[in-house]
């Protein structure tokens, strides 16, 4: 029972220090977004759930059933009590009918100036774009008058930015954020030690040297059949970057060169390469202004030149056979940007992915594993 306690005791301390440290951003989160907590102390709150002592993520829920969400270092949502989309009882739907005060524009221009109130740029979060907007049916005479306003992340398939607003009384019911940009490291919890980094661990540089010498040959050759821009004969004064990490045993390395070129590179083979103006990457938001451009490749045409583009490294036909998936930018980015990424994933070969710019035709990006 004393083992039992001990471990109990230390749950609670662990839960306090947390909700010390992070209850100043979360009101000061509270008052730039003019959300009910913003003067809120611990004592009003009601329970922490799902702490993560890796990423310092958790959940905090004031006695008013409000909650706030930290993660990634940044406050990343607040739903409230009277939040319509997270309503689990449809028998509570009459408790949300009420007069629409609020033009779906100005709903629109509320989320918009609350994130900036919040120091966020409406560009960071793709905000500055046409915004998907949803609101309930009307059941007869009744109206839910809740606005759901989502920006998607143009580059992939998540959403950036998520409000509801409640149109009868012009206020915030929920925000929902998930964006490189507002990525930040958690403040440290004092007295206890920082959690290792999640994800693949790097390699030291003595060990990273003799692989990065020993890929550039690869890389060439790999380069020269795609008719890249990468110097001739590349050498080790080419590299801006060459970081190696872990991956099960096996050396994986990113190798940036002076020109911005990204290839990621296994010790006896190259997987792929993106350009510095890769539109679909996982790891970074992009700026959709510097992508603009005009739609001049049908489908079949840039399925054709992923398909020459692959078949240039010697992979074989059957790889690419088939009809590819194609994404295309995703909410209003699709109609400003011309580029598409295309998927294969054939019985017996290696999946394939493959970044094409519509406009011109040029290969921006490829990954075979």
Known sequence: MTGMLEVTNQLVAYTNAVLNLLMPQITEFAKKADLPEQWSSVAEVRRVDQIDPQKLDCVVTFKTRNLYWFSFGYVQAFESAHAFYALQNPNLVPNYYAPQNMTKEEAIELARKTI?????TEEMLYADLEPEVYTPAVDGTNIIPHYRISWP?????????????????????????????????PPPIPGREQAPKAGLVELPQSETNPLMLGVLPLIADFSKRLGLPAPY?????????????NSNGYPIGKITLTNGLLF?????????FAAPDEFFAETHEVKVKEF???WNLSDDQVVQKARE????????????????????????????????ALYWSEDGCPPVQVEVAADS??????MIW
């Open 292 to 294: 603009l451009g005009k």
């Open 233 to 245: 004969p590349l050498g080790s004064n080419s590299i801006a970057r060459y970081p190696f990490y």
């Open 153 to 185: 992340a143009a580059n992939r398939d998540i959403t950036s930015a998520r409000f509801e607003i409640n149109g009868n009384n012009k206020t915030i019911e929920s925000i929902w954020f998930l964006n490189w940009n507002l990525v930040r490291d």
């Open 116 to 120: 900036r109130k919040l120091g966020y």
């Open 309 to 340: 583009c692959v078949r240039k490294l010697g992979i074989p036909k059957r790889a690419v056979a088939g009809l590819p998936r194609i994404d295309k930018p995703f909410g209003a980015a699709k109609a400003l940007v011309p580029r598409c």
């Open 264 to 272: 990621t590179v296994l010790t006896n083979r190259v997987l792929g």
């Open 361 to 366: 035709g040029d290969i921006k990006a490829v």
